[in-house]
């Protein structure tokens, strides 16, 4: 009898233990579903491709087409150097979707690493607590605090915040014991420094692990080691140690003439990125909480010696990185979505909440996902609002050849779409290719500063493109020597009169014509 009683509550507690399990797995499959089409949705609703991308492109090119790493510009009638592309990498794997499965794969490529960003976290979550890491609305909240970041397809810079928290995740599974995955930091290095040169925020992570396991009183050379190896093979690269140094120095420069370096409370952001502000103020104030509780209980000095110095230290140096460059500001928001889960779980997990809640939350956001794709359709985002897209169709139609002056932003595009016919003053890659004058030049000549002839003095173009709101627009328009050829809402493309014409042929209004000819270029690449 007591031989029957035992093996019924050993089954019913196996049946507990599979039940659990299962709902757990459901739990984990819809939380899993519901985050990507999410992230999808976002992902599909992005109005333009990154300025960027299109000289990504022509690196990718130049190794898949043409068989060799692209050290020298093409593009540009202007002085350069050498170019020390810290993204060929990202170029490569978006050139290579792009010939092989098509453009509409590069956004879905977007959505794949945001995806596997969070995935990631969530994993860490498990690894660190032991709370349930399926609260969805905290990885909104999290996901619409960067968006503005996040939200252009696709961009270089994912691959360094998908590796961060790849290594995040490593670190913390070395911290409870399996030493033998630090051997993945270097070779992970490796990678990440050919796609990114943002694996410099890599290195310093395992860093801020080492300081943190210092002050933790473990083991912390371990973490040295790893990063003098890890930097050691910053080696392995197309263009060797010299690499190294450009490397330094792009990590280390000043970009005061780039948006989205300047900082999250400079003037000209102060209404800006208002969801991640107060997504770091609950952040904050969450982690101030915890402590003040924790103090309360336990003393200063027990509070002290329990905490986590590896965490506070990787949330305190993201989030200067986020208040110095708002272009950094997601490092933060992984960071504490990592190490701030469980804080933000223990102030919130006694509030007594309707039982259907989750259903409500789940319902919400589907609906949210699925009005997406409804009210979108799924398209390439051609970017008419943000790119001279009919400027450069006109420039294109009319077989108008020569050096084009164009905002860096955007030179990048123009050079995709106009080459060979056309060349640009500079684009994006300002660092990568260009000298250091060429930016404050050509500052000087779109706000129509006193010294804004230089440019057409040292550099002299053929045809300029410019935004309609830099005053440099009605300055050339009362010019005798240039003359406005054509308009559209943004944009007017100006030619010398002397060479300008009464007889043009207008670019079409057809969207569907500039969908189907987005990635079309004249870069040929021989093998």
């Known amino acids: 009898m007591y031989k029957i009683k035992n093996e019924e509550k050993l089954l019913k507690s196996l ?20 985050l990507f089409l999410l992230i999808l949705a976002f992902s599909t609703a992005a109005n333009y491709f990154d300025f960027d991308i299109w000289a990504r492109l022509i690196a990718g090119m130049g190794v898949v087409d043409g068989g060799s790493v692209l050290k020298a510009d093409f593009l540009s009638y202007t002085p350069v150097h050498t170019w020390w592309d810290h993204e060929w990498g990202s170029g490569v794997i978006f050139y290579f979707i792009l010939k ?36 969805i609305l905290f990885y909104f909240f999290t996901i619409m605090s960067v968006m ?24 913390e599974k070395v911290r409870r014991g399996n030493n033998k995955l630090l051997f993945l930091i270097p070779v992970l290095t490796i990678f990440w420094n050919n796609v990114h040169g943002g694996v410099v925020s890599g290195l310093g992570l395992l860093l801020m692990y080492a300081v943190g396991e210092f002050l933790n009183k473990k083991n912390f050379l371990k973490y040295i080691t790893v990063f003098l190896i890890s930097s050691a ?6 263009w060797g140690i010299e690499y190294i140094k450009f490397l330094l120095m792009a990590n280390t420069m000043e970009r005061t003439h780039i948006v989205e370096w300047w900082g999250l409370f400079a003037k000209y952001n102060l209404l800006k990125y208002i969801i991640f502000k107060l997504f770091m103020l609950s952040t904050l104030l969450t982690e101030t909480l915890s402590i003040f509780k924790s103090i309360k209980l336990n003393g200063i000095k027990d509070w002290y010696k329990q905490a986590d110095k590896v965490k506070y230290i990787v949330l305190l140096s993201t989030l200067y990185l986020a208040i110095s460059h708002v272009k950094l500001m997601p ?14 779980y223990k102030l919130t997990e006694n509030l007594k909440l309707p039982v259907w809640k989750d259903k409500f939350i789940y319902a919400a956001l589907l609906f949210i996902s699925i009005f997406t ?20 169709e006109f420039i294109r ?54 010294h804004w002839r230089e440019i057409l003095t040292y550099f002299p173009p053929d045809i300029i493109i410019i935004e309609k709101y830099y005053p440099i627009f009605n300055i050339l328009q009362k010019e005798s020597e240039w003359t406005l050829v054509y308009q559209d809402k943004l944009f007017g493309v100006f030619l010398p009169k002397s060479k300008a014409s009464n007889n043009y042929t207008l670019p079409t209004d057809d969207i569907n014509y500039y969908k189907n000819t987005l990635f079309t270029t004249g870069i040929k690449f021989k093998k």
């Open 233 to 238: 093979a910053l080696i392995i690269n197309p």
């Open 397 to 450: 139609k009319n077989n108008l050849k020569g050096n084009i002056l164009v905002n860096f932003g955007l030179g990048s595009y123009v050079a995709y779409k106009l080459y060979p016919n056309n060349k640009i003053f500079m684009d994006g890659r300002y660092e990568e290719v260009y000298f250091d004058y060429m930016i404050p030049m050509l500052k000087e000549f779109c706000l129509g500063y006193p």
């Open 100 to 135: 092989y499965l098509g453009p509409y794969y590069l956004i879905i490529l977007q959505a794949i690493l945001m995806f596997l960003i969070f995935f990631t976290a969530s994993k860490i979550i498990k690894l660190r607590t032991n709370y349930n890491p399926y609260n």
């Open 15 to 34: 049946k507990q233990f599979f039940c659990a399990r299962i709902d757990n797995m459901k739990k984990g499959i819809l939380f899993y579903l519901t």
């Open 373 to 392: 794709f409804v009210a979108k359709d799924f398209s390439l985002p051609v970017g008419i609002g943000t790119y001279p897209v009919k400027e450069v």
């Open 331 to 344: 490092f933060f928001a992984i960071a504490s979505i990592c190490f701030a889960y469980e804080d933000f």
């Open 148 to 171: 503005p970041n996040l939200n252009n397809p696709v961009r270089c810079h994912m691959f360094s915040f998908l590796l961060f928290t790849v290594f995040i995740y490593i670190l």
